[in-house]
Nanobody, 114 residues
Framework: QVQLVESGGGLVQPGGSLKLSCAVS????????MGWYRQAPGKQREWVAT???????TYADSVKGRFTISRDNAENTFYLQMNSLKPEDTAVYYC????????WGQGTQVTVSS
């Protein structure tokens, strides 16, 4: 069993920054690929970014150039640095383990508003 715990969400003004964290614990084998997703009110959950087991990163077009996904393998933690935040980035952000056993975190709220 794997547990994912997100933290770092909050209220920020447009143009501001936040850094989300996702702590991974439990039955972890090797270095798994991990992803960030988000779900805005009334919308479907959407993919935001992925980091592969060898550190390659990919991003949704909507966040490319503003968000950075990274990981600390020694701490089994990965991150989402979010810069130049926009009101449309408001959502609950979830981390996900992309290899078996798959797992979701519980989510952390990010609100971008003046």
């Amino acid at each position: 069993q794997v547990q994912l715990v997100e933290s770092g969400g909050g209220l920020v003004q447009p143009g501001g920054s936040l850094k989300l964290s996702c702590a991974v614990s439990g039955s972890i084998f090797g270095i798994p690929a991990m992803g960030w997703y988000r779900q805005a009110p009334g919308k479907q959950r959407e993919w935001v970014a992925t980091i592969s087991s060898d550190g390659k990163t990919t991003y949704a077009d909507s966040v490319k150039g503003r968000f950075t996904i990274s990981r600390d393998n020694a701490e089994n933690t990965f991150y989402l640095q979010m810069n130049s935040l926009k009101p449309e980035d408001t959502a609950v952000y979830y981390c996900r383990k992309l290899t078996v056993p798959f797992a979701w975190g519980q989510g952390t709220q990010v609100t971008v508003s003046s």
